[in-house]
């Protein structure tokens, strides 16, 4: 929407209506002191074409994963999004100014939302899951929210291979005791043994912040042993295409971040997190969930059946703070996961792993790099022989995004400075790989 301003004879108008005689009569409670004495150091209005010419300027001074050889991940993966996608999602039944609940006439959103749910209980192996959330990190924050209400205990065990943005975004939301381990790069850090009676629950993300993948039985079963629950943390979605659900691994509960289908990057968002749990927990679980219902004549339909946000009950007994869910986006999730169907998903996950193999391979074989992670999916770190930072900066200067130094995320760890961060997608041409090898190769001493 463009930004049309008001004119002098608007703002005098409106005055009259309120009976105010200026515009700082209306500011006249707020103290002196508090108030600027001059205008802000602003350049002065423009017209409508010289604001478009300025402000693609500025767009211009960007470097786009799109338009460069780009190996960008750490939670966020440049996937391709079939043109059907957007096209079905701009369709005016759901590109809405406010995402409609009424049953009466929003079936089709309902029903959207409904599938939606259904695809993310099969992905994650879990028995249900909610209409989405904001987004993986708010998801996992919920998550552990819900799992102290469950297990009524205070203790949150977190490991060092989850996201630190996810970390950083629980402990804001979740607050309280959350114990958080040093990262481990290679993985197999030792979780069961700090399971206490204590423990409300252990936050692992699979495959890991590092790429590792993990196998979550041996936690599962202390978790179970220890009265706590076990949540898993899936910033990738498209890994469950390939590798064990969460659920076959003995999860309780399962945040996820769903950007990997139907959605871009979109400069970092908007996004949508995927919530999932075992039915028992049902009751305790945050946002809203759609069902699938008879009408008084045995027609099928679709209706909200559990919401328990403070805006439907007190607010006392609100599971969650989270006002909405990311409906449009959820939808192009749908949309791409019903377009891939079930194959289609392993192939797409397969070739995800199959390129990420032959780049880590290529990359370990340059002089002074090792990568270290053993097994991974479409995502490894690597070592390099100088800062990974620097690295990154001058490959940006020749057209090429190298991946996330972990410098970065990790800027107390100097062990970690010379570590990169590396992710490979079905959109990563064998040009890009070449691009890649052949200018950290000219960086190496």
């Known amino acids: 929407m463009r930004y049309l301003p008001l004119t002098d004879a608007d703002r005098q108008k409106m005055l009259e209506t309120i009976g105010a005689a200026s515009v700082d009569a209306l500011f006249v409670d707020v103290p002196k002191a508090a108030r600027l004495a ?76 409904f599938e939606f749910q259904t695809q993310v209980a099969l992905l994650t192996g879990m028995e249900i899951a909610n209409a989405s959330l904001y987004d993986g990190a708010t998801a996992a924050a919920e998550a552990m929210l819900m799992a102290r209400r469950l297990s009524r205990r205070e203790r949150v065990l977190v490991s060092g291979g989850l996201h630190p943005h996810y970390r950083d975004v629980a402990r804001t939301m979740a607050g309280g005791v959350i114990e958080v381990l040093p990262p481990k790069l290679g993985g197999g850090e030792e979780l069961a043994s700090k399971v206490d009676g204590t423990t409300a629950c252990v936050v692992v993300q699979n495959p890991d912040f590092f790429g590792n993948i993990r196998d979550l039985s041996g936690i599962s079963a202390a978790c179970a042993a220890a009265g706590a629950l076990l949540v898993v943390v899936v910033t990738e979605a498209l890994s469950l295409g390939a590798i064990r659900s969460p659920g076959e691994m003995g999860a309780d509960i399962v945040a996820a971040e769903g950007q990997s289908f139907g959605n871009g990057l979109n400069f970092g968002g908007p996004t949508v997190g995927l919530l999932a749990c075992r039915e028992k927990f049902l009751r305790q679980m945050p946002g809203r969930l759609c069902g699938q219902t008879v009408d008084i004549e045995g027609r099928r339909g679709w209706v909200l059946t559990l919401s328990t946000r403070e805006q439907h009950i007190r607010r006392e007994k609100a599971t969650s703070n989270i006002c909405t869910n990311s409906g449009l986006c959820a939808l192009a999730f749908t949309i791409h996961a019903a377009l891939l169907g079930e194959e289609g998903l392993k192939r797409l996950a397969a070739i995800n792993h199959e390129k990420a193999v032959a780049l880590a391979e290529r990359l370990g074989r340059l002089p002074g790099c090792e990568v270290t992670t053993p097994a991974f999916f479409n995502e490894f770190t690597l070592r390099l022989p100088l800062p990974a930072a620097s690295a990154v900066e001058r490959l940006a200067e020749d057209g090429v995004l190298a991946g996330v130094p972990l410098s970065r995320l990790y800027p107390e760890a100097e062990a970690l400075a010379n570590h990169l961060l590396v992710a490979v997608t079905e959109v990563t041409e064998e040009s890009d790989m070449a691009a890649l090898a052949a200018g950290l190769e000219g960086l190496l001493p």
């Open 38 to 113: 001059a205008p802000l150091d602003l350049p002065d209005h423009l017209g409508e074409i010289e604001v478009e010419r300025a402000v693609a300027r500025l767009a211009a001074k960007n470097l786009d994963a799109g338009s460069v050889p780009s190996f960008l991940g750490a939670g966020l993966y440049r996937h391709f999004v079939p043109a059907a996608v957007d096209y079905l999602i701009q369709r005016g039944e759901f590109l809405t100014a406010y995402t409609p609940y009424q049953p009466e006439i929003s079936q089709g959103t309902l029903q959207a939302l």
